[in-house]
Each structure stands twice: as C-alpha cells, then as structure tokens.
C-alpha cells in the first residue's frame, strides 16, 4: 500500500459569491438562463451558449412548446449525440411550476430510447413527420441518415434543435455541418443549437461567418453560473506531473474522502499501461483492501486503511453484463439526491458529456486530453451544484519526459496541451470584459461599479457589474470595430480566438521557454495572423480590432491572476477577487493602453505555475527541447515584420533600427532586412 503524502497542485482557483440566482425560478418556473433564451424565442435562427448543468435542455422545452402552439411550428425534432444523453429530454411537467404547457413526447418517439420500426430508426423519423404528433428525440446519426435519405425539403415548418452543437463542425467532411448548411440555406426550419463549449478542441469553426450571423446567440458565462450557484463556491484547476505508474502518485492528489471522477488514460496516449483492466485493478489497490461486489449495484467495495467502505463503480471493465448493471445503479433516479450512493467512478470513454452526477467533488483525469471541449466537459461534471459541496477541482495527471530525446519531445507536446487547457479554461471562467477605447466623451455607465472613488474621467477606469458578471475597462489606443460582424465577435466570440491562439504550437512553446522572446512577436504577429486566417471577411480595422480584444482578454486575465496567487488560503479568497487584480493591474501601470498589453507574454503567469508543479531537471529538459527548435525568421514571418515596419515609419517618421534599445524596435528591422533579402533572392513571387 503506498504513504499517503498531502502534496500542494499549483492550480487556477475561481472563487463564486454562490448567491444562488441561477438556480432560483422565476413565475414561469425558468431560471436566470432559461429566462434569457426564452425572450429570444421568437427568432429563427437561435444559439445558445450554456455551461454544463445550466438547464439548456428545459431551455428548449420552453422555446419548442412557443414555436409548435404560437409561431405556426409543425413540429420539433431534438438531436443529440447519445443516445443516453436523450433522458434529458423525457416528460417533464412545467406547469406544475408555473408555465402553461407540460413537456411531453410519445414513448415510440423517443429514438434514444424506442426501437424503432421495421426498417430501422431513419423509417421512423418519416412516420413520424406523417404522424400527428410534434416532438420527436433521436441522435445525431439517426438525424443524419434522415436528411441523407429523404432531403432537407421533408424538414420544412419544423423546428430542428441540435444538442451538444460542438459536435457539428464547418469542415466540408463533417455531414452534419452541410446539411446543417444546406437546411439554412433552404430557410425553411428553425433551429436551435446547444452548447456548453462552443470551440472545438481542434480549433475548426463550428459554422461558417456567413451562417453563423444568421443566428441570435443567447450567452450565460461559466462565471455567471458559478457565482449564480447555492452551495459551490471554489473551483480549482490544477496539472500535476507524475514520475513511473501513475497508480504510485494517484494518492498525492486524491483524497479518498471526496466524491471523484477518475478518467484513466486513452489506450493510444503515452501515460497508459495498455491494460486498462489492470490499470483498474490498480487504482484499487492504492486505494485499500478489496472487499467484493454490491450484489445490488455491482459497485466495487474497498476498505481504506483508515477504515471507510468505498463504493466504487467500474465503467472501465469489458464484462457488459457488470457494466450495464453499474451503468443503470448511478442512472437509477431515486438515487440520484442520495450523497452517500457512490463514492468513486472510474471510467475510460464514459461519465463526460451530458452525465449528471451533482455530488462529484473532483474530476481527476489522467493523461492530457488534446481536445479542449472534452476539457471542458469533464470540469462540467463537477461543477454541479449539491447541498454541502463548497469546493470542486479539477486535476489533470501528465507523465513527466525521461532522459531519452524522443520521449520528452513528446511530454513537451503533452504538457502544452495541459497549459493550453489551462489557460483556456482560466478564460471561460472570468468574467465578460467590454473593453472601450479611452476618449473624452467616456462616460460612467449604469451599473457598473467603479471601485473607491468612483469614475475618475481623467484616469482609464475599470467598470464591474456584479450581476451581469461584465468587466468594462478602458484602454487608451484601443481600435474599436465598426462592422456587426466584427462587434459580434469581440462580444461574443473572443474565447474561440483565444483558443486557437493557445493552442498554437510555436507560440505557446516560445512564450514559456524562449528568454529572448519579444512578446509583440506573439500578441501582435500571431494573433494577428490567426484573426486574419479565422476572419477573412473582415477589412484590416476591424481584423486588428478583434486583434486587440482578444490579446487584452488573455493579457487582462493573466495579470488578475496574479491577484488570487497573493493569497495562500483559498477560502480567503473574495469573490471579488478577480476585478480586484484587475483593478491592481490597472492602477500599477503609467497608462493603460494598446502598446502596454501587446508588451506583455501572455504564457509568463503559466511558466510561474509549470515551474512550481515540473522538477527542475524535467523543466530543463524541456526546455532544452524548446531552444533547440528555434530557427531564423521565415520569409512569411518576414512579410508581417516588413508591414509591422511600414506601420512603425508611418507612425513616427523614420524606419526601425537595428542599434534601438527597444527590443520590438530592433526586431522589425531585422525582419524588414530579412524581407529585402528574401526578395532579392526571388523568394516571393
């Protein structure tokens, strides 16, 4: 049996005032973001972006039962990627809490749960069409294979809601991205799409820009959830890097008394043993003594050595006659307010996506997930909220790199991922920010809280509004954007920004590990050319516009952090917190301006964290690897430094020089001279 050591996981905290108005009903029975996207239920075209436990589900009830009795709907039809995913939509009887309907779908018109007619699943989907009934479920597939058969035209005056929306993506080899397409196009169905992590881990869009501004997009943060909360009040995020089997380590971060998710490794990542029955076996042995089988529920039992029976369910096991039993023991809805029903899941592929398990304390997942929407779907599963639950974490276990090159090559790409999932996770969960560019008609706005003194028009101000859970800060030099297009996008979309820019390789690894990086070659060159990638359609303002937005949500968030690391004990911790660093950032400065955030590297508060958690022969090794990759500035680079160059003559009247003592200075004219020198060479055509 191993020590139990107590070990310290440098980790984000986000600290909640639970004042418990997300789950507060109002008349109609609808919590704050049921209420939200039910005002918005008479568009055609309606997305909504939720965390996990936010209540979408019963959001689509009330917006399908509007559109089927009062907007000439014919019918709705409910996609979602699994078929257990499809009990969240089983009757439900609303008007017991206020509304004027119930939900209700005929039992054969459950595809998630009905077999289906002859002919299978797809038949049933027509028969139903032809049916008089109105609501059917069925998966993303068997929606698929319908539109496939039948066309998009038998869809008409029907209401198509797509769950779990990040499913569906704009790559042309994804089916049910062009049909979602081809039915827009068509503009004849309302759709509602769901999501709780609307960017997907490889970064595609999810629509194309000209569909995605045909959609109205209700938006409910992760911090208004959170804060919004009962009980909850702390989450953490954490990495922790572990040497051997990671069994050995597993108690150095699991507390047995906490009710625990643990996600084993993919048999392909590089932490499993590729015994996953054995990796099982072994997690119960760190934990205790075996004891045998609930005969009822088929839960594992494990005596500690401090005395306590755990319950532990087994999803991982290949026997399917344990599995469903334990499957339909933590399904089982007379269990489900039970605390003391289970104590631990483990689990493989299973208990992600749309499981609802309120107790869960910690997820603990070990080997990096290179997908930053599973990320976010397994934090989802502990951050419901439940009666004596105050604090929830998540921790990802990573494998540390060993002596030989091509393994820490590898652990180096591991342990960016983890980072990047990180950080991203750090800005899903901070407030929203408005930025606005400092000028003299700035004036103080209703509702917002500008901190002791009030609003000073003299000074950039930071504006908080507690219950909207927004940030306005104003930033001198600021470029504001003028096409809807590109409003939408710094009010809506800056996360998926930084999420591609996050999980750009190169970046990532110079902004941790290069000493002679110049930040502006990051916030400025590679945002720059990921807005430009992402976002073509817009003109070069309203490209640097977005630019801009994006590197001071991720700059603005970096240094508020810094705030919540003062303070050693997190329960400590206001929940002002994070506006108060904010503020700290803000007021520390000369001026608040564009220049200023784009100077900053936006991974510095990371390396801070990775150092704590890696030994110090693991960092180096790491980043040894790193400053072996660095190479000269390529002529595509050298194009972007010869327009950066442009700008900086155009704006102070004379060409960078490479004696500046101005390191940004100095690298433009050494990639303006790359520039002419690639040209000389004819490298550009």
Not at 606 to 626: F, H
């Amino acid at each position: 049996m191993n020590k139990r050591v107590k070990k310290s996981i440098p980790s984000v905290s986000v600290t909640c005032s639970h004042n418990g108005s997300s789950t507060s009903a109002n008349e109609l029975g609808m919590r704050v973001m049921q209420e939200r996207a039910y005002e918005r239920r008479g568009e055609q075209y309606l997305l909504i972006k939720s965390p996990p436990a936010s209540g979408k589900s019963r959001a689509l009830m009330f917006i399908a039962l509007d559109k089927l009795h009062n907007q000439g709907v014919k019918k709705a039809i409910i996609a979602v990627p699994e078929k257990s995913i499809g009990a969240s939509f089983n009757d439900e009887p609303l008007s017991q809490f206020g509304f004027w309907a119930d939900w209700q779908v005929v039992p054969k018109w459950n595809l998630c749960n009905a077999p289906g007619e002859d002919g299978g699943k797809v038949n049933s989907v027509q028969s139903f069409l032809e049916s008089d009934d109105r609501v059917l479920v069925c998966t993303h597939a068997t929606f698929r294979f319908a539109v496939e058969r039948f066309g998009v035209e038998i869809f008409d005056d029907c209401l198509i809601a797509i769950d779990e929306f990040h499913h569906v993506s704009a790559n042309p080899d994804n089916k049910l991205g062009a049909q979602l397409g081809e039915l827009i196009n068509r503009d004849k169905v309302h759709i509602v799409a769901m999501t709780g992590s609307y960017f997907r881990g490889d970064a595609e869009a999810v629509l194309m820009p000209e569909d995605e501004a045909k959609f109205d997009t209700v938006t409910y943060t992760y911090y208004e959830q959170l804060n919004g909360y009962k009980y909850l009040k702390l989450l953490d995020i954490g990495y922790f890097f572990y040497s051997g089997s990671y069994a050995d380590d597993l108690l150095n971060v699991l507390d047995p008394s906490e009710k625990t998710i643990i996600h084993i490794p993919s048999v392909n990542s590089r932490e499993s043993t590729k015994d996953k029955i054995k990796e099982v076996e072994n997690i119960i042995d760190a934990l205790g003594t075996w004891e045998g089988y609930d005969p009822d529920t088929g839960f594992q039992l494990v005596k500690t050595p401090e005395g306590k029976l755990l319950k532990i369910a087994d999803l991982v096991t290949d026997e399917p006659s344990r599995r469903d039993r334990v499957t339909m023991a933590l399904k089982d809805p007379e269990q489900k307010n039970n605390r003391d029903h289970v104590d631990i899941i483990i689990a493989l592929g299973m208990a992600k996506e749309g499981f609802d398990w309120i107790w869960c304390e910690h997820a603990l997942t070990v080997g990096y997930r290179s997908s930053l929407t599973e990320v976010v779907q397994i934090i989802g599963r502990a951050t419901r909220d439940a009666e004596g639950k105050t604090r929830a974490r998540f921790t990802n276990l990573i494998a540390e790199p060993d002596a030989s090159e091509e393994a820490v090559t590898e652990a180096v790409n591991d342990t960016l991922k983890a980072i990047a999932a990180s950080l991203l996770m750090e800005q899903v969960l901070a407030p929203r920010f408005d930025f606005v560019a400092k000028n003299t008609n700035n004036a103080p706005v209703e509702g917002f809280d500008y901190g002791e003194g009030g609003y000073d028009p003299d000074k950039c101000n930071v504006g908080f509004n507690d219950s909207s859970g927004q940030i306005q800060i104003e930033i001198k030099g600021l470029v504001e954007p003028k096409s809807p297009e590109a409003k939408r996008i710094c009010r809506e979309d800056l996360n998926e920004v930084i999420a591609s820019f996050v999980q750009d390789k190169s970046a990532i690894e110079r902004g941790l590990f290069d000493e002679t990086l110049v930040p502006e070659e990051l916030t400025q060159l590679v945002m720059g050319k990921i807005v430009r990638d992402k976002y073509t359609e817009l003109d070069l303002e309203d490209q640097e516009a977005v630019r801009q937005h994006a590197i001071a949500a991720l700059n603005f968030t970096q240094q508020a952090r810094e705030a919540a690391l003062t303070q050693d004990d997190p329960e400590l911790r206001g929940n002002t917190t994070f506006i108060d660093g904010v503020r700290k950032f803000a007021m520390d400065v000369r001026e608040l301006d564009i220049d200023l955030i784009d100077r900053i590297n936006p991974f510095s508060e990371a390396y801070a964290i990775l150092a704590k958690t890696m030994s110090e022969d693991s960092l180096k090794q790491v980043a040894a690897v790193i400053t072996a990759k660095r190479t000269k500035i390529s002529p595509e680079e050298a194009i972007e430094y010869a327009r950066k160059a442009r700008d900086f003559m155009n704006d102070r009247g004379q060409s960078p020089s490479l004696n500046s003592s101005d390191n940004w200075e100095k690298l433009l004219a050494e990639g303006a001279a790359a520039f002419m020198r690639y040209r000389q060479e004819g490298r550009y055509e």
